[in-house]
């Protein structure tokens, strides 16, 4: 399912954007990764993270991806 919708500068998915923002910054400062390559190359680190602590990445994104839904809907 694809969700496309604007984030309004005072919801709180525009916060949580925000923090987004710091992160992926963050991200490129340290890596030296481009815009074009930054969600995939955070991502692919964000695996082999959670595989050297034992977490399970593809159940984390699953539970993301309804928490992103339900946080859009919540903010139509």
């Known amino acids: ?10 919801s709180m ?3 949580r954007a925000a923090w987004a923002d710091a ?3 963050t991200f490129m400062q340290e890596t030296g990764t ?3 390559d930054v969600l995939g190359d955070l991502l692919c680190d964000l695996m082999h993270w959670a ?5 399970d990445f ?3 994104l699953a539970r ?4 992103f839904t339900m946080e859009v809907i919540e903010d139509a």
């Open 51 to 55: 595989a050297r602590d034992g977490h």
């Open 64 to 67: 993301a991806a309804d928490h």
């Open 23 to 25: 992160a992926v910054l």
């Open 58 to 60: 593809e159940f984390a």
């Open 1 to 10: 399912m694809t969700i496309t919708t604007t984030v309004h500068p005072c």
């Open 13 to 15: 998915n525009h916060q």
């Open 34 to 36: 481009d815009v074009e």
